[in-house]
T-cell receptor
Framework: DAKTTQPPSMDCAEGRAANLPCNHS???????VYWYRQIHSQGPQYIIH???NNETNEMASLIITEDRKSSTLILPHATLRDTAVYYC????????????FGQGTTLQVKP | DTGVSQNPRHKITKRGQNVTFRCDPI?????LYWYRQTLGQGPEFLTY????????KSRLLSDRFSAERPKGSFSTLEIQRTEQGDSAMYLC???????????????FGPGTRLLVL
């Protein structure tokens, strides 16, 4: 079973920031938080990952709480092309490499 | 394009036929994963290879399924005697694991969509 909990769906206005939450209260010390997204009929796309510090790249920012029990993926200026299912995944070396996907959050960006 | 590639992108077959899918990972990636995704669900792990060695198989991988990675580069996934329940998207991902147990990021291909009639 997935070790994360995400809301099933969210809406966001185009041009505004999209903040996608994820709960992972049972995360272990050596497990990272990964985010992928999947646009309809395509393979999952890697977005970002982090261990305990906040991370930022060209796609998004990842904010991890100090206790590491939750995180938020931030898309700073959402566009219509960001409409997708977003998966938050806890992943560490103890998982023998495989990713365990949950249901994810369907983000709908609206004009 | 230097990403993960999968062929074919779509496959329609009749129940009972055998099908084979191919995955070409990112060059020099030593790990290769297969996942299956049914409609409305997240991808589910099937199996993975480190170089040419198949290190783990999910219980989802019945004896009708076989995967190979003979030279540690591309991989094939074969389904024998297909059933309608095999209809799904089959995804391949690859990663570079530099040390045993080291953290890695998996990059996915576009998938092969299988429809069994």
């Amino acid at each position: 079973d997935a070790k994360t909990t995400q809301p099933p769906s969210m809406d966001c206005a185009e041009g505004r920031a999209a903040n996608l939450p994820c709960n992972h209260s049972t995360i272990s010390g050596n497990e990272y938080v990964y985010w992928y997204r999947q646009i309809h009929s395509q393979g999952p796309q890697y977005i970002i990952h982090g261990l305990k510090n906040n991370e930022t790249n060209e796609m998004a920012s990842l904010i991890i709480t100090e206790d590491r029990k939750s995180s938020t993926l931030i898309l700073p200026h959402a566009t219509l092309r960001d409409t997708a299912v977003y998966y938050c995944i806890v992943h560490g070396s103890g998982n023998t490499g495989k990713l365990i996907f949950g249901q994810g959050t369907t983000l709908q960006v609206k004009p | 394009d230097t990403g993960v590639s999968q062929n074919p992108r779509h496959k329609i077959t009749k129940r009972g036929q055998n099908v084979t899918f191919r995955c070409d990972p990112i060059s020099e990636h030593n790990r290769l994963y297969w996942y299956r995704q049914t409609l409305g669900q997240g991808p589910e792990f099937l199996t993975y290879f480190q170089n040419e060695a198949q290190l783990e198989k999910s219980r989802l991988l019945s004896d009708r399924f076989s995967a190979e990675r003979p030279k540690g580069s591309f991989s094939t996934l074969e389904i024998q005697r297909t059933e309608q329940g095999d209809s799904a998207m089959y995804l391949c991902a690859s990663s570079l694991a530099r040390l045993a147990g080291a953290q890695e990021t998996q990059y996915f291909g576009p998938g092969t969509r299988l429809l069994v009639l």
